[in-house]
C-alpha cells in the first residue's frame, strides 16, 4: 500500500466516522451504500443507468476518488476489518477497529498543528515570561 492508498483509507474511515457522528448512530447501526454506478441492458427495453451509491457519491465528492482505487481501498479496509459487509462490498459498516483508526487519525491531525519546533519555541518564550515576571516581583519584594 503506497502513500497515496494509505491517505484514502484514512480519508474513507474519517468520512463514515463523521457520518455516524452526524446522524449520533453506532457502528452495528448504519450501513454505507458504497454502490458503483452501472447499466442495466434490457432486451426489450431502453438501457437504464444506476448511479453511485449516496455514500458513495458524496465521498468522491470530497475526496476525486476514482472507481479503481475506490474498490481497492474498500477491498483493503474490509480484509484488514476496519470495514464489514453487509450481504455485499457495496453496502458496508463500519467496524469498532475501523472507527478507532478514524479517531487516532483525526486525534493526530489536531496534533500536527504547530510542528515540534515551533512547539519548543513556544514553550521557551512562555518559560522565560515567567521566569522575568516571578524575578521582577521577587525583586520588589526585596526592597
Known amino acids: 500500500m503506497n502513500k497515496k492508498q494509505e491517505k484514502q483509507v484514512e480519508q474513507l ?9 452526524k446522524t449520533g448512530r453506532t457502528c452495528k447501526t448504519y450501513y454505507f451504500n ?9 432486451f426489450n427495453a431502453p438501457d437504464e443507468v444506476l448511479p453511485d451509491g449516496c455514500n458513495l457519491a458524496n465521498f468522491k465528492k470530497l475526496t476525486k476518488i476514482k472507481n ?4 481497492t481501498i474498500l477491498n483493503y479496509c474490509v480484509s484488514n476489518g476496519y470495514i464489514k459487509p453487509f450481504n455485499n462490498r457495496e453496502n458496508v459498516m463500519l467496524s469498532e477497529d475501523g472507527r478507532i483508526y478514524a479517531l487516532s487519525v483525526e486525534k493526530a491531525k489536531l496534533h500536527k498543528k ?3 519546533w ?3 519555541i513556544i514553550i521557551g518564550v512562555v518559560i522565560f515570561i515567567l521566569g ?12
Open 13 to 21: 474511515l474519517c468520512y463514515m466516522k463523521s457520518e455516524l457522528d
Open 34 to 42: 458504497f454502490t458503483e454506478s452501472k447499466v442495466m441492458k434490457y
Open 68 to 71: 479503481d482505487d475506490f474498490t
Open 114 to 116: 504547530f510542528p515540534d
Open 118 to 120: 515551533l512547539r519548543q
Open 132 to 143: 522575568n515576571v516571578s524575578m521582577f516581583f521577587i525583586m520588589k519584594g526585596l526592597k
